[in-house]
């Protein structure tokens, strides 16, 4: 129901299936549904890359939030943001007005985080090590131009790109990005007439990588701006 919170306990989940969000399950503009995972060690494990449909989050409905609570109860206890890996997506994101918060999306086949749908936010996220040489990407936005807000992420250590914009606007601020060796490209952005804002961001290139793409290569941050 619109409005409620979704405690996730401390644990690794080794997934069969993706977890998946319906239509029927989402929020309201002023009461969004809420998955909050406990900061003492959570992994979603897909296990499973063989296959474009296997992800560990499946998010069809709107005004939906995956996130990782804070605590100060156990200060003796390390803390981390909730783990999605294992799969050939880490969380595919489809629904209009949907917000990942504190999520590391890693060791995933194609892409960590995949921001399908209308006006998606991903805010304080690290997707990393996300592996396919060819297609391998922290974060993936294809929105048709409804813009996708990118904001205090950090997208490094992927197959071939950091962020990758494809038919997708986006406002892109407080981000570090990067690539590493020959073929890679820290932002990718393939059609260049959706918006792109793209400010404060650390954008790193090194052994060969790209700092940027919008109707040709940008080799240097100075080429990019």
Known sequence: EPGDTVVIDT?????????????????????PVVFQAS???????????????????????????????????????????MKVRGGYHGAYVSGSYNRLYRVEASENSYYGIYLRG???????????????????????VYNDGNTASILNCTMAGNGRYGLRLYFAGANVTNCIIAADGAGDYAIYRDYSYYSL?????????????????????????????
């Open 118 to 140: 209308s006006y998606a936010v991903a805010e304080n996220c690290l997707a990393r090590g996300n592996t396919n040489a060819t297609d391998g990407t922290g974060i993936y």
């Open 11 to 31: 644990g690794t989940y080794n997934l069969t299936n993706n977890i998946t969000v319906g239509a029927e399950d989402g929020g309201a503009s002023n009461a």
């Open 39 to 81: 900061p003492y060690g959570v992994t979603f494990n897909r296990g499973n890359t063989g296959s474009s449909s296997y992800y560990a989050w499946d998010i069809a409905a709107s005004y939906v939030t995956l996130t990782t609570a804070t605590s100060s109860k156990y200060p003796a206890l390390p803390q981390s943001w």
């Open 197 to 225: 804002n793209s400010d404060y961001n650390d954008l790193v290139a090194t052994n060969g990588a790209v700092v940027g793409y919008t109707g040709g290569d940008r080799v240097t941050l100075g080429d990019w701006r």
